[in-house]
């Protein structure tokens, strides 16, 4: 996309101040969004998802994926849309389809543990099997009608290796580090087919009609360092390098070793979880990124007291500007929708 | 107990190098043990646990706990023995009776939920209901007769408040952490309780032979740090300035932000997970303590070579005083001993 087509774009967004603070570019207020929003909290998600047979169904039927995605620009007010999706489309579009599990979370079937399981994995086909997220993209996009921007995502791959090789969650993913211990060599080919993947997948969520990307790294914390570079900043950094569409997050929850490696990362925007201190990012990062973050996701749990107070707390720690307003870590799904409420009315109106 | 009966009870051992090490004072080569080296990985602990009905069985059995407490010191030749047993006894011995469910983990029937639930709970009766513990440490201390010293432990009361209120193992403990926020009054008073009855716990292991003692806070690494200050440093210093007979170590799993604050700890040696470098925790705790650790678990399933490389790098990086070399977790329960003798051997052999 040339620089006036991507101008024309923004002019007609009403409300791009996420677009214009991962930029760098001044805002009048600090952008707000949370992790999650699409799906888990609200009830009026729940009842969409109470009619379906399950999670899949709403993810891959994109009339009821654009539903959920727009409920919390509608019901919550935040200044961005995130597509209601879920990482492990990869891993399925690559080969290994996955459940997910009431009380337990992903399952595959199958998974890779040697050289003959990687042969039958294969590089997605955007296409035609991952038509269903574009499609709720495009949705989505015309029926925000500019209101507020539309973030796509994917996961960051040595997630998405840790999934496929331990083929659920786990606590200490030995089975995925194992991997990378014992045959280096066939996880780095995995990691580069679910990169190439990636780049693929989320140039289509642009093409669609995506106005920015984040890219989630959500077990970055179990990594020696040396090993988060080599299997994991590596491959972030070339599809950092692919993109340059739409601005770009990178979430690498737990990652604090990684910080000072990341401030040359070719993206625009570093998500901070809640361990992380606004004040070393900002020393760290300098102006070289916009942060994102950071309240404990559980501080929604606290009276509307204590929300505000550690907002107002939070927001003075970043300050005003390269500042995207967020919890440090997805809206954890008991939360009650009021106390989100609480939290985004709070970042709307502070004053520095 | 006094000086003079401290020095003479050093003599008895035929081994001290991890007491001398722990207090600061000069050894002539690193000593090593592995978290989690009492079960877990030894098929001669297997076989003992197979003819048991279950987890428990063992860990209420003294003479069986005493004998997979001494299986590694024979068979793996490590410097220290740690009591096989388990951090969740205190919270039964409070009155929250645990079940360990194959491929789950714990699991409490019931949890501390309210002001009504805590006032089911009481302080451990340690000299009837953790008897079997004591009894375990006498039987092992005996049977050790001086080779190597034993080390005794406990969870740290941020971590079995955790399982205490959300019940068991969990990804986010979003229940516990909620209780920090919605009823912090309640959470001080439970916390109390379990310093107070692990205090007493760990003070009737070293009445029963426990050369030194290890504080687990498995779970540091989920608080931000402003609480993990409030909720669990607080309680670690009461334990850590309460005990006074035997060195001390405390090792909190995930709490990089918190380091700093652990520098003036009355306790002898902190434990760094394999997250965390050498050169920082040097940097960062100086004269001041002995660090532990810290190798990256899952490095005992690549190849000999590679372990020995990665060893002594480890040991140099840590220098040769004031340092017990150790996993930075648990040994993962699939590691092949063979390479657990590996990593042994090559500290026990390391010319720095």
Redesign the interface.
């Known amino acids: 996309m040339n620089i006036f087509a991507e101008e024309k774009k923004y002019k007609t967004l009403k409300n791009d101040l996420i677009l214009r603070a991962a930029k760098g570019e001044q805002v009048e207020r600090t952008p707000v969004w949370l992790m999650r929003q699409a799906g888990r909290i609200l009830p009026e998600y729940r009842a969409v998802r109470a009619k379906l047979s399950g999670f899949k169904e709403l993810v891959e039927t994109p009339e009821l994926a654009g539903e959920v995605t727009l409920q919390p620009v509608d019901i919550l007010g935040v200044d961005a849309a995130i597509i209601f999706s879920d990482i492990l489309v990869i891993p399925e579009a690559m080969g290994l389809p996955y459940e997910m599990i009431k009380g337990k979370g992903p399952w595959f079937e199958n998974r890779i543990r040697s050289e003959a399981d990687f042969k039958k994995v294969h590089k997605a086909d955007v296409g035609s099997d991952l038509k269903y997220v574009t499609d709720a993209i495009s949705l989505t996009k015309k029926e925000l009608n500019g209101r507020v921007p539309l973030i796509g995502f994917a996961g960051a791959p040595w997630t998405i290796f840790a999934y496929m090789i331990e083929g659920s969650?786990s606590?200490?993913f030995?089975e995925a580090?194992?991997m990378?211990?014992?045959n280096p060599k066939l996880s780095h080919q995995l990691l580069q087919l679910i990169t190439d993947s990636t780049i693929e997948y989320l140039k289509a969520q642009i093409v669609a009609g995506a106005d920015m990307i984040q890219l989630f790294d959500s077990w970055a914390?179990i990594?020696?360092?040396n090993?988060y570079k080599e299997f994991s900043l590596n491959y972030i950094n070339q599809i950092c390098d692919a993109i340059n569409e739409v601005p770009k997050t990178v979430f690498a929850k737990?990652a604090?070793?990684a910080l000072q490696d990341m401030v040359d990362l070719n993206c625009n925007t570093i998500g901070l979880d809640?361990?992380?201190?606004p004040e070393k990012g900002r020393e760290l990062f300098g102006d070289k990124k916009t942060l994102q973050g950071n309240l404990?996701?559980?501080?929604l749990?606290?009276?509307e007291e204590?929300i505000v107070t550690e907002t107002k707390n939070m927001l003075n720690r970043f300050g005003s500007q390269r500042h995207i307003a967020n919890l440090g870590?997805g809206v954890?799904p008991?939360t009650d929708p009021e106390k989100v409420k609480v939290f985004i009315k709070t970042v709307k109106e502070h004053q520095y």
Chains 1, 2 share one sequence.
């Not at 809640?274 to 201190?277: D, F, H």
């Not at 404990?296 to 501080?299: F, G």
């Open positions: 969650g606590k200490t030995s580090r194992k990378l211990y014992t914390g990594l020696p360092s090993q737990g604090w070793f809640w361990n992380m201190s404990d996701p559980c501080l749990y606290a009276d204590t870590h954890y008991d």
